[in-house]
């Protein structure tokens, strides 16, 4: 069995930072790839941040130059550094881990910016 667990979201106003990160837990020897997507209201869910087994990376279009995906393999977590929000960040933000050849996705964690 897998466990995802995320935290790190919250209420932040327009020009400021969070830390989301996600620990990958269980059955995980053949985790591969991770990586952060988001929904906002009204919206698919679309792709933020992609990490590949190699630490090759990649982001949307919108969030390049902002947002950085690293992860710490020792602990089986992924972390996604937010800066420079602005509203249009605001959704709800999952993780997504593959191992082998299945995909699994965390809770979500709400990210709220706002003034």
């Known amino acids: 069995q897998v466990h995802i667990v995320e935290s790190g979201g919250g209420l932040v106003q327009p020009g400021g930072s969070l830390r989301l990160s996600c620990a990958a837990s269980g059955s995980i020897s053949n985790l591969r790839a991770m990586g952060w997507y988001r929904q906002a209201p009204g919206k698919q869910r679309e792709l933020v941040a992609y990490?590949?087994?190699?630490?090759?990376?990649i982001y949307e279009d919108s969030v390049k130059g902002r947002f950085a995906i690293s992860k710490d393999n020792a602990k089986n977590t992924m972390y996604l550094q937010m800066n420079s929000l602005k509203p249009e960040d605001t959704a709800v933000y999952y993780c997504m881990v593959i191992i082998g050849l299945d995909q699994y996705w965390g809770q979500g964690t709400q990210v709220t910016v706002s003034s």
């Open positions: 990490i590949a087994p190699s630490g090759n990376t």
